[in-house]
């Protein structure tokens, strides 16, 4: 068996390079069709294309379907969408933060010695994975929370201080609901499919470590669908 630069069998490494890839150019078409088409909520500008990263081809046929704004200077006459799609929309909403915050989470640990050991690592916990999450989750949290502010306080006219408590009863339950299937995902390919599969974990520099970042990503998805359809439904999260 062909093993790739990290020890996975190389059909793994060129199918998670390949699939990245496409995530990538998927984003980049998005963001090339907002700057013409910009969307109505401003913070959908950025939220669309982080979505891509992880839904690909999925999400861009979603996107194209039901998110897609006008061109500038052409009225929208777009129908308006059920529950199934506004909640779908919300809950891509919720994941554009986590996607953000996984990226910069895992890159800043990389990036800046030290960083590892103020999350509590070599103190509280010796697994660098564990300084990962939390980097992740703060990150995600903060983010996800500023773009739920951006998306509800326009809507209802709040303050910034009513914004960011609406945005903080709106989002909360959403991002822990996603990060629980994200993460729950996570540790079982980290600690129990690639080792049992393959002899060892994804490192984070890797094509595997971000393409099973992918799939935990939808499985974030998944999780957090019914919790924005209660938070949706009840009027605490806006429809988007």
């Known amino acids: 068996m062909t093993l790739g630069p990290e020890g996975f069998p190389l059909w793994l490494t060129l199918l998670a390079s390949v699939s990245l890839l496409v995530g990538i150019g998927c984003a980049a078409w998005v963001v090339i069709d907002v700057v013409r088409r910009p969307q109505k909520m401003g913070v959908m500008n950025v939220v669309w294309p982080a979505t891509m990263l992880f839904g690909s081809v999925a999400w861009l046929t979603f996107y194209r379907r039901t998110g897609r704004a006008p061109l500038k200077g052409y009225d ?30 895992e890159f800043s640990l990389i990036a ?36 739920q502010y951006f998306a509800i306080a326009p809507m209802r006219g709040l303050t910034l201080r009513q914004g960011l408590l609406a945005a903080l009863k709106a989002d909360t339950l959403s991002i822990s609901s996603w990060q629980v299937g994200m993460y729950g995902f996570m540790a079982l390919a ?18 595997e470590f971000w393409f099973v970042m992918q799939i935990a990503m939808i499985i974030g998805f998944a999780t957090a669908y019914p919790v924005n359809w209660a938070l949706i439904h009840t009027g605490i999260k806006e429809k988007m």
């Open 112 to 147: 800046i010695p030290g960083l590892g050991a103020l999350l509590g690592l070599g103190s509280l916990y010796q697994d660098e994975i564990f300084a990962g999450w939390i980097a992740d989750f703060v990150l995600a949290f903060a983010i996800g929370i500023v773009f």
């Open 190 to 207: 980290q600690f129990l499919i690639l080792p049992a599969l393959f002899g060892g974990r994804a490192a984070v520099l890797s094509p």
């Open 76 to 105: 929208d006459h777009s129908p308006e969408h059920g529950m199934p799609v506004a909640v779908a929309t919300g809950t891509s909403h919720c994941g554009a933060g986590c996607a953000i915050g996984d990226l910069v989470g």
